[in-house]
């Protein structure tokens, strides 16, 4: 379980403070599907980064499985069960897909499990294994990379930050199988996702909507969705061209 | 029987992956004497006599089969000026293996300066593997002075790989080529310095001959207070193919000057640089990290990886 208390986050705007986070609250249970949707600048990737641990709150706590990690490393949430999605994955010269899918496993996995968590994702894992994870793989690979090392982590809480961007329509397809399979495997595990696809609110358990750093609304699919349908916090769809290659058939 | 101890026995681990005597034709040199030597019916290995070194002659024709000429040096205070020539017979398929490891316990500089000379015959194909290592907590300098030539005649092709990644305090690596009608050459340098060390690599290429093309890549950090110069130039004398790339890491102080340099001497001459030197990205370690690495474990990943 994750549970934010009165979360507030200022950075530095010129001579004056500027609150991106404003004294948010929230519970995510174990078992569940949450997305965070919101309109563009309302504080959706900031709170996924304090979550992680990459930036730190100007008040309030954060407590994940029982313990209070507000002062915790990103590292000691990784390790005590804590996946994070990148939005812009990273790239790493000379580090190969097999290398970050043994890391992100925290153990030597043999390349046939590691080509499971490809698979999953819709790459041909015998073309992506030896891969490196440089700048020759397009925006979308590189995406579905990024969550087969969130799926390797067989993590307690996955965090996605706006999983669908940069991707193509026929990823995207794919990618909410992902959600799916991990949702009906999840048990005692949640997954948050940063999201305003209309398609990913469709399979959330509870949304929450942000709004200028504040919790606008906050409940169950059934009672939120209706009311976002066509606003900016529930998109239709909107794609780029993937380019050819990017697809599941070896 | 190798006559080395231990230590010398680890340094050849280290620069040459040599366990025990290697297959084919040898020549290990321990601390100015040589150690074991065995030629084979397609390479013969002599000593010169006016200078120290060797002679290192590859039939023509020879497929498949292997040269290791490594170099280990424990005794501190011995300076050293080797030099050894190779004559790539034509058509020729080889693997050679050279290197230098250093162990200086002492107050005085352990310096090696091996200066090879290859002549590849037409349509040879070399794959030459050089690793240097230092060891030793004495307060002497390990010094290496690598001089690469390579002549290389029609239609041959010369992979070098070059790798120094830990504890050689001071180097200056020159590197010259001279290549003929579609010969190729490729270098692969991986360079790691760190504490107060100081490396500066020094490649000239010229293409001469039509077809003829050369890739030069550099990947190296500079950690503490080292400082690295990358001085590659590529002089495109005919209708020639030419890249040079340097792409480095810098921590703590580590300084580096890359150089890259083009000269087109003929109207179809086609070259290329690249260089760039940046810091580890604060998203790399960050990524890493979120995978359940410390900083220190992701910064480590990070550049083993660069340098693998």
Known sequence: MLELQNISFQVADGSADKEIIRNVSLTIPDGRLAVITGPNGGGKSTLARLIAGIERPTEGRIFFRGEDVTERSITERARMGLAYAFQQPVRFKGIHVLDLLRIAAGKRIATADACEYLSAVGLCARDYIGREVNASLSGGELKRIEIATVLARNAALAVFDEPEAGIDLWSFQNLIAVFETMRAQMKDRSILIISHQERILNIADEIIVLKDGMVERQGAREDVLPALIGSSAAVHGCWKTEPKGANATC | ?308
């Open chain 2, 1 to 308: 029987m190798l006559k080395l101890d231990e230590i010398q026995m680890r340094l050849l681990r280290e620069v040459a992956d040599l366990h025990s005597v290697p297959e084919g034709a040898y020549n290990i040199r321990s601390n100015a004497h040589s150690a074991g030597r065995q030629s084979t019916a397609n390479i013969e290995i002599t000593p010169k006599t006016d200078v120290s070194g060797l002679e290192i002659r590859i039939k023509p024709g020879t497929k498949k089969e292997s040269v290791h000429i490594p170099v280990v040096l424990t005794q501190t205070g011995l300076k050293e000026v080797v030099y050894n020539d190779f004559f790539v017979g034509e058509d020729a398929d080889v693997v050679i293996v050279a290197g230098c490891g250093i162990d200086n316990c002492g107050a005085q500089d352990a310096q090696h300066d091996g200066i090879h000379r290859f002549f590849v015959g037409k349509n040879a194909k070399v794959k030459y593997v050089e690793k240097h290592y230092g060891s030793g907590e004495g307060s002497g300098k390990r010094i290496l002075n690598p001089v690469t030539e390579v002549y290389q005649e029609a239609g041959s092709y010369v992979e070098m790989e070059m790798v120094q990644i830990k504890g050689v305090d001071d180097t200056e690596r020159t590197t010259k080529a001279e290549l003929a009608e579609n010969a190729k050459l490729i270098v692969r340098e991986r360079l790691m310095t760190h504490g107060d060390q100081r490396a500066v690599s020094v490649y000239n290429v010229a293409l001469n001959g039509d077809g003829s093309s050369a890739d030069v890549v550099s990947r190296s950090v500079a950690k503490g207070n080292s400082y690295q110069t990358f001085d590659a130039k590529i002089a495109g004398n005919a209708p020639c193919h030419g890249h040079t790339e340097c792409d480095s890491i810098i921590m703590d102080n580590g300084r580096i000057l890359a150089v890259p340099g083009l000269e087109a001497n003929n109207l179809d001459a086609e070259l290329f640089h690249e260089a760039a030197i940046g810091k580890i990205a604060g998203d790399q370690l960050i990524k890493l990290m979120t995978l359940g690495l410390t900083e220190a474990e992701a910064e480590e990943q990070i550049i083993n990886g660069f340098l693998q």
